[in-house]
């Protein structure tokens, strides 16, 4: 049945039909205008989104519902399974992003650069100043920008860089309080947790590892570029200083000589035991303290095991996680490692920074133990 033969069927004169069409034009004006003042106005929040200094508004659930408040890190079980490396979980707001999600949130999800989302790559390459960022210029994830470790770390060697510097460096490469960080290594993963754990010491939760770094991003085909981002706006990154996350010799000594804090050490199993010796540094672990090795950590692509396996793993190791816990390791790197582990199956483990390089040298032999 055609159009007209519905007005007929419906008895509608000419005359009805020609005002029927008529308002129907107006109506169609009237609809074209608003669409118009719609399109504009979104526009207009677009420009103002993209360019303005404007509050953010990805997701992040969980540990900073309110913002990035120091001593708020998480305390709930991460989600079961392994949900943040699923491409259609939405999950950000842990400490591990999987490359699929990235992928997502930056070519399907939010658009680079004007996001909540800042990549950083963090290439150091031990007893070089430059050559992280030579790696970085040979190809780094779209919209990635280079953070300089020698610029507030003296140079590296495990220390927590200067805050003040760390705070600039953060603004110049335009993170802001609410910038959810993703971070990865081409060269050395331990320097991915250091770097997520110094964040969390410095009061910005909402910082992930790249699960698997670059390599894993290439090998499962996503794209990198060499292009480097421009006109970076300066972003208010701050700092919040969260004490409770490091721990210094008094506190380990204090954490050694009480039954409710597990101390985890991330060292290999021999030199953990005095079987080998690493430099000057005395043989042997502190009393008490339970080895968890920082290789068991990855599987062979460097992606982190599942919550459970993580969990496992201590719980293989003698730990016992009803207590509280200390991660140490020889210069306070690997540990975070460790630290990151504990989080994600939902503890809070301090880190001793100065870890068995210091404690080697202050501490008297009846609180060193050689198996
Ligand atoms: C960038 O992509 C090319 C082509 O897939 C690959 O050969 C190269 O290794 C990648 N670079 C990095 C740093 O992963
Ligand atoms: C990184 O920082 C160090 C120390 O300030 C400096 O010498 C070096 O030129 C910086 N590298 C880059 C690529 O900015
Ligand atoms: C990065 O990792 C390397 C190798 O583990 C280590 O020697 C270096 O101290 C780390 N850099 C920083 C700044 O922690
Ligand atoms: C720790 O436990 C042991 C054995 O259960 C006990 O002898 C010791 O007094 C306890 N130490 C502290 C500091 O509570």
New binding site residues.
Partial sequence: MGREEQYDVENKSNEQRKGCYVSSLAASFIVVVFAVIVIAVGFIVYLTGTQGNFQCNCEFPGNTANGNKAGQVASTKSPPGDDCRNPNNACGSDVLVSVHWLNRKLFRGEKLGKSCIQVLDISWVPGS??SG?ELYEQGHIPGAQ?Y?F??CNGGGIGELPERTCFVSQMRRLGVTRDTHVVLYDSVAAPNQSKMVYEFQLYGHLRVSILDGSIEKWTTDGYINTTDIPANIMPGDFTLNYNPDLIMDYAGVVKAVGSNDTEVVDARGRDEFSGKTQFGELKKGHMPGAKNVEYKMLFNPDMTYKTPQELERMFIDGNVDLDKEMVVTCRSGVAATGLAVAAYIIGKTAPVYDMSWEEWSRLAPDSLIVID
Avoid: A, K, L, W
């Fill in positions: 100043t430059d960022r280079f300089n020698s610029e």
